[in-house]
């Protein structure tokens, strides 16, 4: 779209030059030819965004950085180059600069104390969920890590930063949850060593960081330290073993724990503690 409020051919002589120059310097000397697209011309239509605007947004850079990256083809909207000024994007779409997406809403971190009776599930109609808890935590569009069982307990932590949420998918290099599990009967030391040095299901590896009997508690409740999203994998080792589990709560997500934390309550991380991840 013209930047003129008055549209195409209106202006001034030396607001049309002006204009011009513009266009050129943005485009490295060659003079782009402005075209015609349906989506940068629907101004009114609610839920978009100009392109600079959605990038500026992200924090990455300033509006005027932003036109100059997308002047020289490093923006792409749902996998296609873009580099006309004023186009306009929604916000469920796929923006990337040289490759990296980008997300347009102001990054936040939720740390939530589960409590039993919500399904960890972005999905109506699947009755209570852990979405309900964190509805007014944020205005950005934030999703739980992981999964926690619906009759299952402890933290989870919710974001809209990928590159937070994708330090927790690798297994062997990602973030260890601690669990405290409560079995249908006592766990044997020799079980316990077989977990603690790794096994296969189904002949696929299965490795825990730490696996330990509570201190002051009977045999039936242990500890366990693992690298992964889910607690599935969890049910899976221990039936393995022919154990049930009886109570599984998630008591400590890297060095964030559920201190100063009630159930069924939530919290925003300090700058502290995100900086504290961001490293891990």
Known sequence: ??????????????????E???????????TPVKK??????????????????YIANSGMCSRREADAHIAIGLV?????????????????????????????????YVLLNKPKGFAT????????????????????????????????????????DDAISS???????????????????NLKLEDLKKIQGGFKIEGKLVEVEEISYIDGASKKEVGLKIKN??????????????????SLDCVAIGHLTKKDIPRGSWKHLTEQELNTLKML
């Open 1 to 18: 779209m013209n930047r003129h409020q008055g549209g195409k051919g209106k202006g001034k002589p030396s607001e049309r030059g002006a």
């Open 20 to 30: 011009s120059k513009r266009f050129r310097s943005n485009a490295k000397g060659n």
């Open 36 to 53: 015609t697209n349906t989506t940068s011309q629907s101004s009114s239509n609610s839920g978009e965004l100009r392109l600079n605007k």
């Open 76 to 108: 792409t909207v749902n996998g296609k180059v873009i580099t006309e000024m004023g186009f306009k994007v929604k916000l469920e779409d796929e923006v990337r600069y040289d490759g990296a997406r980008i997300n347009p809403e102001q990054k936040a």
């Open 121 to 160: 599930t972005t999905s109506e109609g699947k009755g209570r969920t852990v979405m309900d808890l964190v509805a007014n935590a944020t205005s950005s569009r934030i999703k739980p890590i992981g999964r926690l069982g619906r009759n299952s307990k402890g933290l989870l932590l919710f974001t809209n």
């Open 167 to 185: 330090k927790f998918t690798n297994s062997k290099h990602g973030v260890a949850r601690l669990f405290h599990l409560e079995l249908d009967k």
């Open 229 to 246: 999203t889910g607690n599935t994998i969890i049910r899976s080792i221990f039936e393995y073993f022919k154990y049930e589990i009886v």
